[in-house]
């Protein structure tokens, strides 16, 4: 099977044998903003036509590639689901010479007060790393842009909440006051722990940011500090926010990230266990699996 | 006396008579960022050498003028400051012919675990409010791009808390996913509230963010829904955050902002006292009867 891990900035393909196993990987530049004029097709043959003419099969695909800005929207399926609910809802995009692919539905969820939570490739992975996670109940903890905390149970994807936590990380170093006084210099622990303990604090997220600029204009952290306590402050109230009160989180990321999101949850006398971060292709080739009895 | 309101992006000078009366008016886009290689005696020339060349005097300035970007920086006065112990530290630059004006000092203040926080400017609002305040514990709310909470007593400055609500709104509207969904057609108290009400359930901030995108995606906030559910919910969170249990908060802001805050300080049963909001010109004259003893 030809595995698509297809976002908003970032292509990526594996040829993946029945037992799983990737024999071919390859990676481009071409996110959905980077293809224009809805030229989707030809940016997947570009990168593995060869593939596909020697008949290997099928084309799975998720990812930002199936929302409204991508190839072609798949509605999000409603929470709880499970592999083979996922499954079930794929669709086909086709092509010239008969050619198709599938696209993997993203899921929604809705809280107590009935607003909405949505998720797009992230389901994907979750299903990559069911197996790792065996029976019973999972908090698992997709860190990132918009950061998830999944509910897994038996298998079954029961609900989870979006954190805007990189995003606005982002946002506030390139184009907030906080950013003039802030330079990334790479890891700083004891600044991070400092940005987690403040959230615990009185006084709110919005009061907590304005603390970044003043205690730079007091002297008391230099730039390249602000940087990482900035980054403790909103994983900080992430983790407050969505993490359970005991127990173990699932940490579902980067090698970049997870040490981060180990240290904010060990402030919480919470347990990290992190998941081989390489699901999404996984995910792929179980959901192709589901295929055949649909074709 | 000339009074100078000289922000990062404005400036704005009055003339004022010995009763606090203001006489003419003079608006500028010479705020301390438009100003270049430090010509800001040129740049208050510019507008009021006729007012000095025809004997008006002292020149009082404050905001963003007395930073570290600014003409010359004036060193925070610590809390609890009176009007008095701000006059008490105000400083003078001078420029050719022995001209000079001075320069208000802001204020700075730390919370139960030492972090500080900072205030330039609104501390002249205060000062021009503490009339209308009168005697007691009051607590004023000046809202706005770094919103200041601040608690006043018998006409000393006690303490206060910044909130980065407006910066925050801006950075997301311009600059974040929530902006691309975001359009700003103008009141709609019903969008207003239902962010306010969001601020009080469960999840924390972060995750009501993304909470915006959700419900755009839903189809159950529309782009010019989503601009002021957003701007409720940034106020909601402030408002929760730093707002007392009950009593009155006095409001000092532009007539734009004040319904907003009114609203959510509503939400929370809390009942809002707007004051008159062109009280930086009674503070700069206020501080100005404080100079002869000093020059």
Redesign the interface.
Known sequence: MIAVDWGTSSFRAYRVDAAGIVHEKREAPLGILQVHGGQFAQALESQVADWIGAGEGPVVMSGMIGSRQGWHEMPYVPCPADADDIAAHMGRVQWDKGREAWLVPGL?TR???G????MRGEETQLVGALEQLGPGRHTVCLPGT??KWVRVEDGRIEGF?????G??FA??R????LGRTMENAGDDPASFDAGVM?SG???????H???V???C??G?LSAEQAHEYLSGL?IG??V???APGSGTVCLLCSEALAPRYERALASRGLVAHVLDPDSVVRGLHRLSQCIGARA
Do not use: C, Q, Y
């Open positions: 929604v809280d107590a007060a607003v909405h939570d949505v918009h950061s909440t979006t954190h805007m936590t995003e606005l946002v506030l390139d184009h907030s006051i403040r604090e009185p006084g709110g997220l919005l009061h940011l304005f603390g600029r003043a205690e204009l007091a008391r909103l109230h992430e407050r926010a969505a």
